[in-house]
């Protein structure tokens, strides 16, 4: 593998980059001793001020140590990991933390998010071919898998939350949006039927999967719900009495609620609510939100044992309303 100088990042980036490769790639294994200061800097026509910043990077990802500043060879414990995420929220932060809780600190996480956008998706993706140990991956598709992640070894890849695609051969931790969703539903259809209606908050822009509205209608079909799907909700939105909601973004649970002490309407009393996917701050707003999820805890563990231990996983983790009094 050679090192050919672009103009995209800083030499001492690409130097840094090039090198932490080869010891992805085992061309440099825990223990050797990389080459010197002045033999870099003549290989590769650069300053020697450049190769000692570029090994200073290193270091800080500690990926190489040195014995008083010279000497550098490849360390022995240090692993990388690269988590991309679609964007923040709570329930992500639980993800994230269960993650880190379970690797010991001899593993590194580099955490990006895509905000769905596929050009930066892809970018982030071909920037780390051959970087990382392990890479555990949000697609920015539930129905197309990313062509940039057929360049990373599958035995290195998993697959995070988005999967209605073709998987075979490799390893994920997803939910299903749909059937999932719609059984979800059908546990709790009893309780459902205090209401007059059904309404399902979903904004056409949110990038959680459109194919939820068609399992929400076949629910509602087989269970005889009368229905209604809305697209936004706005402070002159009435909340309706006998109403149930279901509802997308957590931004629209705070309009709701805030509507509803407008109209003097009691969550769980006169209206229902249930959010999708659980957050922490749900257990504590009004006497507690109810919320349609995976235990987001559990994907943290399953993917900690997938860089620890390498295993190929094939996992859709159930969909369940997690009960509390807003219903």
């Not at 932060?93 to 880190?100: E, K, P, Q, S």
Request: glycine share 4%; with cysteine.
């Amino acid at each position: 593998m050679e090192l050919e100088f672009n103009n995209k990042n800083t030499k001492v980036k690409q130097l840094a980059d090039y090198i932490q490769r080869s010891i992805s790639i085992s061309e440099l294994m825990p223990g050797d001793k990389l080459p010197s200061i002045n033999t870099l800097s003549a290989r590769h026509n650069i300053s020697r001020d450049t190769v000692f910043k570029a090994f200073n990077e290193l270091k800080a990802r500690g990926l190489i140590e040195s014995i008083h500043g010279k000497n550098y060879h490849v360390s022995y414990q240090m692993k990388n990991v690269l988590l991309i995420l679609d964007e923040y929220t709570p329930f992500k932060d639980v993800l994230y933390n269960t993650l880190i809780s379970k690797l010991p600190t001899s593993y590194k996480i580099d955490l990006w998010f895509h905000q769905y956008n596929e050009n930066l998706f892809n970018n982030i993706v071909q920037e780390s071919y051959g970087m990382y140990n392990k890479y555990l991956i949000m697609n920015y598709s539930n129905e197309m898998l990313a062509g940039s992640l057929s360049k990373i070894n599958p035995d290195k890849l998993l697959l995070l939350d988005f999967g209605n695609f073709d998987k075979r051969g490799l390893s994920y931790v997803c939910q299903d949006f749909d059937r999932g969703f719609y059984d979800a539903l059908d546990q709790a259809k009893e309780d459902f039927r205090k209401y007059k209606k059904i309404v399902f908050l979903f904004d056409k822009r949110h990038k959680h999967p459109q194919s939820s509205k068609e399992y929400f209608i076949k629910f509602c079909f087989d269970n005889h719900f009368e229905f209604e799907i809305i697209d936004s909700f706005t402070p002159k939105t009435p909340v309706v009495e006998g109403t149930l909601y279901i509802i997308i973004k957590q931004t629209d649970v705070v309009e709701v609620i805030k509507r509803s002490k407008t109209d003097n309407l009691k969550v769980g009393k006169q209206f229902g609510i249930i959010g999708y996917n659980n957050n922490p701050f749900y257990e504590v707003i009004e006497n507690g939100i109810a919320a349609i999820s995976i235990d987001w805890e559990e994907m943290g563990n399953l993917a900690a044992d997938f860089v620890i231990n390498g295993r190929q996983i094939t996992r859709y983790l159930p969909t369940k309303i997690i009960k509390r009094d807003s219903y």
